[in-house]
């Protein structure tokens, strides 16, 4: 069973900063991709940001230069480094991998900015 964790969401004024954090099963982790989704009220789940087991990263346009996507395999930990927050990132935001064909999702943490 692989079980995702995330930490981190809160409330934010525009032009701040959030860490989110998303722990997960270590037999897992090394070997894994990761992605970081979100989803905002009445629109479709999107991806953010993921990152290879190699470390190599690719963003959604809309927080090209603002987010960064990293891994700590020693700790079995990805994270997302948001800055220059703008109320359109707004969303639940979700971790997420794939194993054997099947694609396991965390539960979610709330990131809301204030205009």
């Known amino acids: 069973q692989v079980q995702l964790v995330e930490s981190g969401g809160g409330l934010v004024h525009a032009g701040g900063s959030l860490r989110l954090s998303c722990t997960t099963s270590?037999?897992?982790?090394?070997?894994?991709?990761m992605g970081w989704y979100r989803q905002a009220p009445g629109q479709q789940r999107e991806l953010v940001a993921a990152?290879?087991?190699?470390?190599?990263?690719n963003y959604a346009d809309s927080v090209k230069g603002r987010f960064t996507i990293s891994r700590d395999n020693a700790w079995n930990t990805v994270y997302l480094q948001m800055n220059s927050l703008k109320p359109e990132d707004t969303a639940v935001y979700y971790c997420?991998?794939?194993?054997?064909?099947?694609?396991?999702w965390g539960r979610g943490t709330q990131v809301t900015v204030s205009s």
């Open positions: 990152i290879t087991s190699g470390g190599s990263t």
């Open positions: 997420q991998t794939t194993l054997r064909s099947v694609a396991y």
């Open positions: 270590g037999s897992i982790f090394t070997i894994n991709n």
